[in-house]
T-cell receptor
Framework: DAKTTQPPSMDCAEGRAANLPCNHSTISGNEYVYWYRQIHSQGPQYIIHGLKNNETNEMASLIITEDRKSSTLILPHATLRDTAVYYCIVRVGRGKLIFGQGTELSVKP | NAGVMQNPRHLVRRRGQEARLRCSPMKGHSHVYWYRQLPEEGLKFMVYLQKENIIDESGMPKERFSAEFPKEGPSILRIQQVVRGDSAAYFC????????????FGPGTRLTVT
């Protein structure tokens, strides 16, 4: 079973920031938080990951709370092409990804 | 650098036939993972392989399914005597041998059993 909880769906206006929350209250000290997305039946795409510090790359920012029980993925300027299902996953080391239901993000013009 | 390649992209099999799905990982990647996505369902892990070794097959059905990743050539997911319930999208992912743990996914193979 997935160890994360995400809202099933969210809407965002094009050009605005999309903030996707994730709860992972049972996360262990050595588990990382990963974010992937799946755009309509394509293969999932890696977005970003972090342990305890906030992270930023060319796609998104990841904000992890100090107690590490939750995190937020931020897409700073959402476009229509960001419409997808976003998955928050916690895992340690290499090995399988356990996908939950994810959040279906709809970016609207 | 080419991404993960899967072929065929679409495969149609009749009940009872065999299905062979191929996955070529990214260059320099020696870890391969297979996932299955049933219609209207989430992605489920099936098996994790390194070259010539199965590391974790906890998600593989006990019968009819097998996977290999030989020293040379692509990884193969083999489904014997397919049934309608095997109809799904099968995704392969790869990761390198270093401490980089991100998995990079291929476009998937859509299997339809008639």
């Amino acid at each position: 079973d997935a160890k994360t909880t995400q809202p099933p769906s969210m809407d965002c206006a094009e050009g605005r920031a999309a903030n996707l929350p994730c709860n992972h209250s049972t996360i262990s000290g050595n588990e990382y938080v990963y974010w992937y997305r799946q755009i309509h039946s394509q293969g999932p795409q890696y977005i970003i990951h972090g342990l305890k510090n906030n992270e930023t790359n060319e796609m998104a920012s990841l904000i992890i709370t100090e107690d590490r029980k939750s995190s937020t993925l931020i897409l700073p300027h959402a476009t229509l092409r960001d419409t997808a299902v976003y998955y928050c996953i916690v895992r340690v080391g290499r090995g399988k990804l356990i996908f939950g239901q994810g959040t279906e993000l709809s970016v609207k013009p | 650098n080419a991404g993960v390649m899967q072929n065929p992209r679409h495969l149609v099999r009749r009940r009872g036939q065999e299905a062979r799905l191929r996955c070529s990982p990214m260059k320099g990647h020696s870890h391969v993972y297979w996932y299955r996505q049933l219609p209207e369902e989430g992605l489920k892990f099936m098996v994790y392989l390194q070259k010539e070794n199965i590391i974790d097959e906890s998600g593989m059905p006990k019968e009819r399914f097998s996977a290999e990743f030989p020293k040379e050539g692509p990884s193969i997911l083999r489904i014997q005597q397919v049934v309608r319930g095997d109809s799904a999208a099968y995704f392969c992912a790869s990761s390198p041998s270093t401490d980089v743990w991100e998995q990079y996914f291929g476009p998937g193979t859509r299997l339809t059993v008639t």
